[in-house]
């Protein structure tokens, strides 16, 4: 897990070094060909997705035996994790804990803003710094932009590096939740995801997983995506033009239920309201863009509905109890592909497949 | 650990299965004639009591050798456990925690009463659901009265049930209390709790464990309680029809004194004044209920002392060396008891006797 | 680990106890001729020194190959150990908790500084008593003083004692502290301490860390100490006395730059400004007491930096990566020596040497 001298003394300075472009940025967070920080989901690609998925299938068949999950948890049982969450977050904490746990993993946590050395002056930097020194990974969530790549950053110009896992920072990145929504698609499509149609329905313009999720569709062939959205939560232009860029079609509507009848998959979201500047959210009508239980009967058999979670109103709860509602599982499969991710990175998925 | 489909489509709604009494509901929280969910102190039934004492008893004898101790350790080491507290308990919490621990059981702490997810606009069954998600127990203690019972019935409906624990229900449930005040008895009496006369002091009116403790004596034959309250906290009327119901004769006084001669357990408690609706608890003089180093000499030889704890000043700390003085042990015993019952749970309680 | 009926029955009340001098007091807190609580600095002679640094060195050679790191990691897995911090710490506690982790030993954690049942009216005696019910150590950190060393006593009096460890007491102690401040002396001299020029600089009137330090050097030979600090925050007379008494010579000085010119290793802090009882810091220009870039050139080669961290500006951050920067080193030496404290204290060194 050392780094090489020579990466470290040709790295540029930080303000000169964040404003490039991700694709540029990508080689330095990586060793020996392989992610050693998780940052971006830019640095999923077709083969690791499949890698991990399978990684995460195979774990899931392990340790449903005893002896098989004794197995696993040998594997990272010298390995100690710092899980930093500096913004509270309970479904990605939790599931990172436990993708821990399974694979033997010691995990600290820090889940409080404000640190006891915060307060006596410390700078971030430092603090991180601090707790890289225990452990050999930290999972981490910031609410500061950029803080978790600059983290990576620091940490992979000293002498004793550790790997970062992002959960989530600022408003834009949060690699794992998208990691775990196309393992989702995978797990319910067969592993076959190309040539699909999937419709993002809700805030599209401030929520991070929708925007993710496009992104990602790049890596798999002839897929279509619907955007249903309230006028004032559209996607955001930047995503429309990577699609252009890569030729995956695409359609913006607001007509929810007419777009659902050739979906292969639905992503629902919740308004996000906590972004708000000006209580701009309360000023929208997002009932059209709720999942009640009588559109069951217009979607696919084969269909599937997502959701990050948490919901509020947007998929009646009744709905829960159809098949092809599969955010419940959407949301243990992120705790198996966090694992599967852990395994990868500490270079032990080989002895889980 | 799969719940049948059966038992799930005759489920009936949440409404009317709530109403119901405990005694009809206890075989929805069974699986294959044993408990599933541990929710009410009325599953504990002798034959239960007792196995779960014999496991406590062999854990305890077990582990106090490394090579026993690693046994034991290696029973549930693919289990993960949820430990969500949305009230603070310190003592409940730590004794659960290191139970799971002595057993290897990994754990996950939710100790807030705010999650995130709450603050994001989820339902409280949403985010138990989730928790679930990521475990294979969840123990909770939460204030609402019926949440936790509501917990374990949801959970029960979906395909992926996992046991639910309770620490500690609104005002009246808090089961594993209620094992370890007799687990206690058990130990004290040499495992033969018949024919004894338990005095229980204090403000019986509101505390919970004095109320649990009378409804478990049913399991015992020939016992007499004494009840000894100041007449504001005197013990309610429910719990003395139940032991006129069962024959089990018990009176209510208020001389501390007279009644200890001929006590073989006294079950101390603190007055419950978190339970105030208007500053009762102060227009009470408490300190004839107090147990002092004086009425040590009037107890038998053979006579106990228990307190839930924490105790303020109903126990002079001078009694604490009185080898009768049984508390400190108490408390331990609870996570022993705590062990045995997440053992039980899990299927591995033979493999400890 | 049982205490013996004779020395608890010799045990003076708390009140004659407290006021003794420690070199008295600590019989009591050792067992067999080994330290059984870890209280104070005091308890750390030379050769209990040196046992812990060969084990703590032993223990990062050891757990380097996934082997030996689960090796270690059986030696105390029967073991449970509670953190209770009633102060925040993130470096001392992340330290101990990951010490904890190498070793096996399964930790419980309260972290704040007010528990439920201090809110139910219980005494912070009762709240520890309770604590040791379910663990076999209690590493903890209290802002009263005296009250870590109180516990420690409390527990000894109990039939079921367990060893404390201090993490920070009041503003006196912090053993633990000068343990690390110490072995990376010890690792950056490659073992010999002896005949060296020790330099403390900043706030060294209200910082524990270099008194403690002043007070261990006795334990080596031809030690000579030089304090630099403003006029208002010099070293105070008890220690210059203690100096005095055991023929370490020391000098006080304001000249920062010219006494590093002959340090073997420099010490530095920051300013202590919550113990300000009048804003008396923001007065005191400390500007002159920083270490900079342009230091480096001024020190020996072999010369060492330290600094207990948290840092503000004494030190620039560009320093750190300048070999003869060792705080950073410092605090990762901190994790291991508890390591060995806890390894000795359960009397498993002897496993890892």
């Known amino acids: 897990m050392q780094r090489t001298q020579e990466m470290t003394s040709v790295q540029p300075d930080w303000e000169k070094f964040y404003p490039r472009p991700i694709s540029e940025k990508i080689p330095f967070f990586s060793k020996d060909g392989r992610v050693y920080d998780c940052l971006f ?12 998925f399978r990684t ?5 068949e392990v340790t449903q035996h005893k002896d098989g999950a004794d197995y696993v948890s040998g594997l990272l049982s010298d390995k100690r994790a710092m899980l930093y969450f500096a913004q509270p977050s309970t479904r990605t904490f939790m599931s990172f804990l436990n993708a821990a746990h399974i694979l033997g993993v010691k995990t600290s946590e820090i889940r409080d803003s404000s640190t006891s050395s915060e307060v006596k002056g410390e700078t971030p930097e430092d603090t991180v710094r601090t707790f890289s020194s225990y452990v050999d990974m930290i999972i981490m969530r910031h609410p500061t932009p950029g803080f978790v790549e600059k983290t990576a950053w620091l940490m992979n110009r000293t002498g004793r590096p ?19 929504d ?40 002839k ?23 890569h030729n995956i ?25 906590e972004h708000d500047k000006a209580g701009e959210s309360k000023k929208v009508d997002y009932s059209p863009f709720y999942f009640r239980q009588e559109n ?58």
């Open 249 to 273: 079609p695409y359609q913006e509507t607001e007509d929810f239920k007419g777009v659902l009848k050739t979906a292969d998959a639905i992503y629902m979201t919740r308004i996000q309201d």
């Open 41 to 52: 989901a830019q640095q999923l690609n077709r083969d690791l997705l499949t890698l991990l």
């Open 182 to 221: 196309v393992y989702t698609l995978y797990r319910s499509f067969n592993g076959d995801i190309d040539n699909k149609h999937i419709v993002m329905v809700g805030d599209l313009k401030r929520g991070r997983t929708v925007r993710s999720l496009s992104y990602l569709m790049k890596n798999y062939n």
């Open 296 to 353: 069951l009967k217009d979607i696919k058999k084969t269909c599937v509905i997502l959701h990050p979670l948490p919901r509020r109103h947007e998929i009646e709860v009744s709905v829960d109890d159809d098949p092809r509602a599969v955010f419940w599982r959407q949301e243990r499969n992120g705790m198996w592909a966090r694992a599967a991710l852990m395994a990868y990175i500490f270079g032990v998925d080989g002895k889980i497949r």
């Open 56 to 60: 995460a299938d195979r774990l899931r």
């Open 223 to 245: 897929m279509s995506l619907s955007f249903v959205s309230p006028k004032e939560f559209k996607m955001e232009a930047d995503i429309l033009d990577f699609l252009k860029r």
């Open 162 to 180: 550790v790997p970062i896992i992002s959960g989530g920072s600022g408003k834009d990145q949060h690699p794992t939740q998208a990691l775990l």
